[in-house]
């Protein structure tokens, strides 16, 4: 029986679908170049502002690719055993090797079993080509149709060396890893340089059966290596054991560097930049794109690296010799004064944190006795005080809402009359709750607002221990803060990321201070000055540099966080130390905790860079100013010289002594009040809780419930929950005065110290 007239063989027909392929995909051809920039890696790579490797993070979780690596970086056994195992004549044939078609025969040719004559430059094809590419049952006709059409127009376009480097970085290996970096990084530990002739040979295997079981890869392998060594006798049991291995095996960390936090961070603000620029090119608003990663180079940030490393480092070795106080947990920022750069920013102590992943530069914690030189530049730029006022640190009982607050200071002991400046340098207590109480907390609260810390509640709410740091901030935020302060007042945001440069602002168009610049002068002043700390830091403090900065330290009730944050002519460091858990630290204060590791990164920016104290703004005036005599008769402090506001100096500083007695001389009793409610704090020791009686009179003794208490004008007393009635009696044994007074709190139980402390 003859051939209908019009039936074609199936060569022929063959032969016209890939002519009407070749038609359908000429000029489509991409190109190698296209290929290598289109090739994003599944990881992004976080760079310091030189670029430098800070952290390698994982940002696409469906597939795991390494580095695009040059053809030139694979190592000769991986390259032999790819085309030994894959294409044995790739450098001979022109895309389609008709001698492996032949072999195969036509019909395993256009059917499922097509591997003997697929070659390199026909499975790239299908890999760089969606509709090429192999599904679950094999390629279809037409897709093999078009696969071979592909290949040899690969061929005619690209060079030999192109077409295996694109190869070899985007074939699939096993599981969700794609190309030789992933597969060298994950399998083996080491770049695709440095696989041996072994360790090549499984990665071939792996190629025709990326998911097959162990033993199936390790006969694969086995057979490859002897392709590659004829000379050389195989042991392909010791191969099985190897491969078994391997296959199991993940090297390649998620993330791994010394900045993770930093990076999170500034990748997901890219993100959110890009999230937003594609928002408003979709409403048909132009707005500027963010920052897009670059894949040759990554994403820059503002960091340096040698710093970075050396504040991690720094705070971890410090935090190892805290181990037995009960801490694991730190973070640190610092900060260019001028441009707002974050220069390092370490998250967390890494391996010592059971926590690794919160960031303790962004969490919230209370800032203690850190908030001080706000609340002392808000009074003194508002003239409230003067750094030399004197304030009194004494027993304070101060009524609110919800009943008498008494602060303590950290050591349970009153100075009496001090200057500002020694209650802010010696971080007393008392002393910043009377200051609070001129500037009241809801314009404190106001201002730390506009300085960026992150406030939940009003002022109102959280009363006068605000003062002392009962508010909860970041340390980011809080660095920032002092950073305003190191800049006359001057507040701006912080920037992980390199920002243009900006042409220089007219004078008239740059922010107003927050702060007024001669405040903020006088606080530095004050916080640089190690003679006014040593009340409480002794002349020998870790605070102490040789060359200038401002510090002040903190530490947040039951001692849960501890702080150091201070600049320098360039830089604003911040520190924190504590448990990301809030479990209390046992015995740490603010020059054991935080401080020592302040003190070595402020060594380490300028151990080849000066810091100078900065000049007085305008509007300042230095004076001499002495102070009158205290109880004892020696002068309350030492005469000195001092900065005030121009309009608030004045050269005698001394207690009001007109009230000592009353016109008749008799005596009285001035403090407490009668009907006085006194509420124990729970959070502090009762032993360590004491009321202040005053009195004026001379001779006087009290008694309280009947029972003689003490002599003098000023006592203290140890309340007991209960009414008692207080007595004072004049020289002559009369009673002259009384109070009756409640004392509430009863079963206290004692707790670690309260307030905030040095």
Not at 483 to 508: D, V
């Amino acid at each position: 029986m003859k051939p209908a007239p019009f039936a074609l063989s199936r060569k022929s027909l063959a032969a016209l679908l890939i002519a009407a392929a070749w038609a359908h995909t000429a000029g489509a051809v991409v190109s190698f170049e296209e290929v290598k920039r289109d090739f994003r890696s599944s990881d992004t790579a976080v760079l310091d502002r030189n670029g430098e490797l800070l952290q390698r993070v994982r940002t696409d979780p469906t597939v795991r690719r390494g580095q695009w690596t040059a053809l030139a970086d694979v190592s000769p056994a991986l390259r032999t055993a790819m085309v030994l195992s894959e294409d044995k004549r790739f450098y001979e044939h022109s895309g389609i090797d008709w001698r492996a078609v032949s072999a195969a025969a036509w019909g395993n040719l256009w059917n499922t079993r097509t591997r003997g004559a697929s070659t390199i430059t026909m499975q790239l094809s299908g890999l760089l080509d969606d509709d090429l590419r192999r599904s679950s049952g094999g390629r279809s006709f037409t897709q093999k149709i078009g696969q071979t059409v592909a290949a040899a127009q690969l061929e005619r376009n690209w060079r030999k060396d192109q077409i295996l480097e694109a190869y070899l970085n985007t074939v699939p290996f096993r599981g969700e890893i794609v190309g030789i970096d992933a597969l060298s990084r994950t399998l083996f530990g080491k770049a695709p340089s440095g696989l041996d002739a072994r360790e090549a040979s499984v990665a071939a295997a792996l190629v025709r059966a990326p998911n097959a079981k162990p033993a199936a890869v390790a006969q694969r392998a086995c057979e490859v290596l002897r392709t590659m060594e004829p000379q050389q006798k195989t042991d392909c049991e010791a191969l099985d054991m190897f491969t078994s291995a391997a296959v199991q095996r993940r090297a390649f960390e998620p993330n791994e560097g010394i900045a993770p936090h930093a990076a999170r961070r500034v990748l997901r603000e890219i993100r959110d930049a890009n999230a937003a620029a594609a928002s408003a090119a979709a409403s048909a608003a132009p707005a500027p794109k963010g920052k897009e990663k670059d894949k040759e180079t990554g994403v820059r940030t503002t960091l340096r690296a040698p710093l970075q490393r050396f504040a991690l480092d720094t705070l971890q070795r410090h935090l190892r010799e805290l181990r037995d106080r009960h801490v694991e947990d730190g973070a640190l920022v610092v900060l260019d004064n001028a441009t707002g750069e974050v220069l390092a920013w370490v998250g967390s102590s890494g391996p010592l944190s059971q926590a690794a992943e919160v960031d303790g530069v962004t969490a919230l914690r209370q800032p203690g006795s850190t908030l001080k030189p706000l609340l002392y530049a808000q009074a003194i730029a508002e003239k409230r005080i003067t750094a030399a006022s004197l304030i009194e640190d004494s027993s304070a009982q101060i009524s609110t809402a919800s009943g008498l607050y008494i602060p303590q200071n950290y050591d349970r002991r009153f100075k009496g009359p001090v200057s500002a400046r020694t209650a802010l340098a010696a971080s007393l207590n008392v002393p910043a709750v009377r200051t609070l109480v001129m500037v009241s907390p809801e314009a404190f609260a106001r201002e730390l607002r506009a300085a960026g810390l992150p406030l939940r509640e009003s002022g109102d709410y959280y009363g006068y221990s605000l003062a002392l740091g009962s508010a909860e901030v970041s340390l980011l935020s809080l660095t920032n803060a002092y950073r305003m302060l190191a800049n006359g007042g001057r507040y701006a945001t912080t920037t992980l990321t390199p920002k243009p440069a900006e042409k220089p602002k007219a004078a008239s168009a740059a922010p107003a201070p927050l702060i007024d610049p001669r405040a903020a002068f006088i606080v530095g002043d004050i916080l640089s000055d190690p003679n006014a700390r040593t009340r409480t830091f002794g002349l020998d403090s870790i605070l102490s540099t040789r060359f200038w900065t401002a510090v002040k330290t903190g530490t947040s009730k039951d001692m849960r966080d501890n702080w150091a944050v201070g600049w320098s002519q360039r830089y604003t460091v911040g520190v924190w130390v504590g448990n990301a858990s809030g479990e209390s630290m046992w015995d740490v204060s603010g020059t054991s905790g935080a401080a020592p590791v302040w003190a070595e990164v402020m060594r380490f920016l300028h151990a080849r860079e000066p810091s100078r104290a900065p000049s007085p703004p305008a509007g300042l005036v230095e004076m001499q100013v002495s102070f009158g005599p205290g109880g004892d008769g020696n002068a309350l402090e030492a005469s000195r010289s001092e900065w005030f506001l121009q309009g608030t100096e004045q050269p005698l500083f001394a207690l009001d002594t007109g009230m000592a007695t009353d016109a008749s001389g008799s005596a009285r009793i001035t403090a407490p009040a009668d009907g006085t409610i006194i509420a124990l704090d729970p959070d502090i020791p009762p032993q360590r809780q004491r009321v202040r009686f005053d009195s004026e009179g001379r001779g006087v003794q009290w008694r309280v419930d009947g029972k003689p208490l003490a002599r003098g004008n000023t006592v203290q007393w140890f309340p007991w929950p209960g009414r008692h009635v207080i007595e004072l009696v004049d020289a002559g044994g009369k009673v002259a005065d009384q109070r009756r007074i409640e004392v509430r709190g009863a079963g206290v139980v004692a707790k670690s110290n309260g307030g905030a402390r040095r």
